[in-house]
Nanobody
Framework: VQLQASGGGLVQAGGSLRLSCAAS????????VGWFRQAPGKEREFVGA????????IYADSVKGRFTIYRDNAKNTVYLQTNNLRPEDTAVYYC???????????????????WGQGTQVTVSS
């Protein structure tokens, strides 16, 4: 399965972006999808994930209430809707797919098998 992340860009603080993660060479069926981000000089950090069942999501405290993950099975795409963006949200955002059935494990990068190439989000103050 190949993942393609897109939708990043430059936005002012308070703005919104919708990031997309499209799968090719396979489907997201049977996979949970997570979003991670990495800012310059910092480690990759968990943003949020949707369980393979499609019914449960989990978010980092830093984005809870501002970011929403949802999936469109017909389009084989998972979205990360980002609202009320802040300068500290600036990072490269990556999507990844995990076959884990354990909800809490979706926060752990090593639980993911497939990774997309990343899309840059820059939030200006």
């Amino acid at each position: 399965v190949q993942l393609q992340a897109s939708g990043g860009g430059l936005v002012q603080a308070g703005g919104s972006l919708r990031l997309s993660c499209a799968a090719s060479g396979g489907t997201f069926r049977g996979y949970g999808v997570g979003w991670f981000r990495q800012a310059p000089g910092k480690e990759r950090e968990f943003v949020g994930a949707i369980h393979r069942s499609g019914g449960s999501t989990i978010y980092a405290d830093s984005v809870k209430g501002r970011f929403t993950i949802y999936r469109d099975n017909a389009k084989n795409t998972v979205y990360l809707q980002t609202n009320n963006l802040r300068p500290e949200d600036t990072a490269v955002y990556y999507c990844a797919a995990s076959s884990s059935i354990i909800y809490s494990s979706l926060q752990i990068p090593s639980q993911y098998t497939y990774w997309g190439q990343g899309t840059q989000v820059t939030v200006s103050s």
